[in-house]
C-alpha cells in the first residue's frame, strides 16, 4: 500500500494545526513545519522560518529525501499586520508579504519541480481578502491579491503543458484564528465574530476539495457569500466599502 503524505507550513495553530488533524484522519501522514522551536505531537515536525529562502530550500530537500511519496504540499503559513496603510511601519507591511506570499513562492517552485517528475499537487491558502479588498489591512489584502494572481497564472502553465503536477488555490472568508483579531482596533469586529468559522470546519471543506482534485475551493459559508456578491453583482465594489465602513463604526 502506497503511503499518503502531505506537508503543510504554519501548522501550530488555527487553520494548519486543523489541517493536520483532518489530513491525519484521511489516512496521510502529516510532515508539519511551523517557526516555534516545540514540535506538534503526532507528526513529523521541522523548524523553519519560511522567509529564509536558504534554510526553506535545505529543508524541503530533507523533506524530499526523507518522503519521496509526498504529493501534497500546503502553503499554509501567514501573518497579518493590521492598521491603516500610512501607520503600518514599512517593515511590517514587508514581513507580512514575506511571509504570505514570496515564502510562497519559494515553496510553490520547489515542490512543482518535484511534483512535475511525481505527480502531486501544491495548495496555496489565499483568502476572501484575495479577491476583495478592505481597509485597514493593505498589506493582508496586497499579500492574498498576489498569492490568488500568481497560482491562477501558474496552474494556466501547467494545464497548457499537461503537468503531472497541479495548484489548488484556497480563498477562506471568516475564519476563528488569531489573524483575525477579533475585538482589537482594526481586527473583526465582535459583532461579527458569529459569522466566523471554527478552523476544523474549515479544514474539512478544504481537504475534501483537494482530495477531490478541485483547482480552487472557496470554504465557509462567509468565503462563498462575500466573494459571490463581490463578484457577481453590479454593486459588489460599492457593497465591499460599505461594510468597511459599517465595520468601522461598530469599533467607535
Known sequence: MTTKIVGITGVKGGIGQALALEFARANYQVVGLDLSPEPLAGIEYFQLDVTDDQAAIATYQKIRERFPELSIWVNNAGIAALGPFLEVPAEKFSSVMAVNF???VTA???WLKVFEQTGGTV???ASAAGLIPNGDMSSYVASKHAVVGFTRAVQ???DFKRSLAATTLVTPGFVQT???QVGSEYGLPKELQ???TTPSECAKEIVHGVLKGEREIVPTISGKVMTGL?????????LAGQVYRQSRQMKK
Open 102 to 104: 514570496n515564502a510562497v
Open 108 to 110: 510553490t517552485r520547489f
Open 123 to 125: 495548495v496555496n491558502m
Open 156 to 158: 494556466m502553465e501547467l
Open 178 to 180: 488569531d489573524i483575525m
Open 194 to 196: 458569529r459569522f466566523a
Open 230 to 238: 463581490y463578484r457577481f453583482l453590479p454593486f459588489g465594489q460599492a
